[in-house]
């Protein structure tokens, strides 16, 4: 099982709906991450929270917004979506920052935007 | 260029056989290197790092070529439960950023 939580498992919504993705990590991590991932493409970084800071905003639309309430918690705040922002969002944790360490990855909250 | 690429494969093989993946990158000072796995559907999972020596753990091997820069993974006696999708990643040293490959999908056959 994976020590990152993320929920919902699954989301349908419409294009005018707000909604918000939670996950969760116990590990004592001190960054924290969101990608995104289309099917047979490869996880896209979307955002890294470092020290629960961001430090990382990889030039993804505002109809996005992520919070990091504490150093346990990331959240993605979703808003007006589109079709196309439909996909697998994963959620991951690493010990002390970005760059050259391992992830550990939640199982995802797979997202269907109609 | 892309930072890392892979060849998407599909790679089918048979139980018992041995079968390996290349992974080129484009930055020549990045330092860190990883194969994760993805089944369908699911999480990619760290499957081992690859250090400069090479190394091993149990029936995979990772290798490390700085000169021509690539990464290799290296599958001996291949198990059914070894289908997967096989992820290349790199780090992009000054972008606090890890690049992930296409991946690799290898299907191993009864």
């Known amino acids: 099982d994976t020590e990152v939580t993320q929920t919902p498992k699954h989301l349908v919504m419409g294009m005018t709906n707000k909604k918000s993705l939670k996950c969760e990590q116990h590990?004592?991590?001190?960054?924290m991450y969101w990608y995104k991932q289309k099917a047979k493409k490869p996880p896209e970084l979307m955002f890294v929270?470092?020290?629960?800071?961001?430090?990382i905003n990889e030039s993804v639309p505002s109809r996005f917004s992520p919070e990091c309430p504490n150093s346990s918690l990331l959240n993605l705040h979703l808003h007006a979506l589109q079709p196309e922002d439909s996909a697998l969002y994963l959620c991951?944790?690493?010990?002390?920052?970005?760059?050259?360490?391992?992830?550990?990855f939640g199982s995802g909250t797979q997202l269907s935007v109609l | 260029r892309k930072e890392v690429e892979q060849d998407p494969g599909p790679f089918n093989v048979p139980e018992g056989a041995t079968v390996a993946f290349n992974c080129t990158y484009s930055?020549?000072?990045?330092?860190?290197f990883f194969w994760y796995r993805q089944d369908c559907r699911k999480e990619p999972k760290l499957l081992m790092s690859?250090?400069?020596s090479g190394n091993e753990d149990g029936r995979f091997t990772a290798q490390l070529n700085r000169a021509s820069q690539y990464i290799s993974l290296l599958i001996r006696d291949s198990k059914l439960s070894d289908s997967a999708t096989y992820l290349c990643?790199?780090?992009?040293?000054?972008?606090?950023?890890?690049?992930f490959g296409t991946g690799t999908r290898l299907t191993v056959i009864p």
């Open positions: 590990m004592g991590h001190r960054a």
């Open positions: 990643v790199v780090d992009q040293t000054g972008a606090n950023n890890l690049f």
């Open positions: 930055n020549s000072a990045s330092q860190s």
């Open positions: 929270y470092s020290y629960e800071k961001l430090s």
């Open positions: 991951a944790s690493s010990q002390q920052g970005p760059s050259n360490e391992k992830l550990f």
């Open positions: 690859v250090y400069s």
